[in-house]
């Protein structure tokens, strides 16, 4: 009677160790998917601020605009997406745009083309399902502007573009060209329809853009101008430029910091209409519209060069973990006269991949210790 209580309190003991063990595991494996799947990214997004304008805005009587931008999300479609590839890319952008929103509290946001990785030839279902992952993925309060520019993977290259490709974008993205806010003017450039050769849509492009030059040189300069009249008064600031190709550069060569593009790659020539706009293209937008500030996207790594008399253009790296271990995106503080920019990392893949295998070498010791 003795041995067989003996032996129940042994199997007794055992389960509770068992249980215990069980229990440790759970915790431990809780707790590495709360970190790397939630709590990182507010570690990481809380570490950014604002940066200040060298202007106080309530010294001058203009106010501050807080404009994020970011560029290149390349949502998988149906035909290139792998569900695990999806699910993993746009669970960690959702989580760092919406983590962004809540804690730095922009007033509109900037995405600078490629939101889409295959609207250049995705069917009508394809292109209904990705839009309504986006919208998901980026949603945000009626307060917050969003403002989209389209990219090549969105319409086309210039050889895939097509006027139903633009429309169906623009049905989504309000098409707005000229936008302005706080005193600032931002133009919003389709780059791609930037070729040059006088196609249809180009010309179109062409058009609207000299348009806007004409708005903008009568808010600048001419306001008493007979030529003028008519036109609803734009805030009488230097453009903030818009778009998915970069200007003209010859390479990345001079391009510098830990997310520029890999050493290996920074002297490799870039293509014209292809990795940039054309000299002439981008000569075009200097002429005709002045600004003072210039975003691109495309290139997926960063990059500051000076155009012209001086005039900044900033790379916005991509936002996606499928592009780069280290995302990013531009917080940029705004009036009428000054601008102020800072850059804001998002997690590196690297640090949760690592997180994840040293979990699951702790776990694995757990269960040989138990045995």
């Not at 129940?8 to 431990?28: E, N």
């Not at 139903?164 to 329809?193: C, D, H, M, Q, T």
């Not at 903008?216 to 008064?233: I, K, T």
């Amino acid at each position: 009677m003795a041995l067989v209580r003996l032996g129940f309190g042994r199997q007794h003991l055992c389960l509770l160790k068992r249980s215990f063990l069980l229990l440790k595991l759970t915790a431990v494996v809780f707790a590495v998917l709360l970190f790397c799947e939630f709590l990182i990214y507010y570690l990481v997004i809380f570490q950014c601020d604002w940066p200040e304008v060298k202007t106080a805005a309530h010294g001058s009587g203009q106010k501050t605009l807080k404009a994020m931008f970011l560029a290149d999300t390349h949502l998988l479609g149906e035909v290139r997406g792998h569900w695990l590839d999806k699910l993993r890319r746009e669970w960690q952008m959702e989580r760092a745009f919406q983590t962004a929103l809540w804690l730095l509290q922009p007033e509109v946001v900037f995405i600078l083309g490629d939101i889409f990785d295959e609207g250049k030839w995705s069917s009508s279902q394809g292109w209904a399902d990705d839009v309504r992952r986006f919208q998901k993925i980026f949603r945000h309060p009626q307060h917050v502007q969003l403002k989209v520019v389209a990219g090549n993977h969105d319409i086309g290259f210039h050889y895939q573009m097509s006027t139903y490709k633009i429309k169906r974008f623009e049905k989504v993205f309000n098409p707005e060209r000229l936008f302005s806010w706080k005193g600032i003017n931002f133009v919003l450039v389709n780059s791609v329809a930037l070729e040059g050769d006088g196609c249809h849509l180009c010309s179109e492009a062409e058009r609207e853009l000299i348009e806007i030059s004409h708005k903008l040189n009568c808010s600048r300069e001419e306001p008493g101008s007979s030529l003028c009249r008519g036109l609803q008064p734009l805030p009488g600031s230097a453009p903030v430029l818009l778009q998915h190709f970069p200007l003209y550069r010859s390479s990345d060569a001079n391009c510098s910091g830990e997310d520029a593009a890999p050493l290996e790659e920074r002297g490799i020539p870039f293509k014209e209409r292809y990795d940039v706009l054309s000299q002439e293209a981008s000569q075009k937008l200097l002429w005709w519209l002045r600004p003072r500030l210039i975003l691109s996207g495309h290139t997926h790594s960063a990059c500051e060069v000076l155009h012209g008399a001086g005039v900044p253009e900033i790379s916005v790296p991509s936002f996606s973990w499928r592009n780069r271990n280290n995302p990013s995106f531009i917080m940029g503080s705004m009036t009428p006269t000054e601008y102020a920019l800072a850059k804001c990392y998002l997690p590196y893949e690297d640090t949760v991949l690592v997180t994840y295998c040293v979990a699951a070498g702790f776990l694995v010791v757990l269960i040989l210790s138990w045995t």
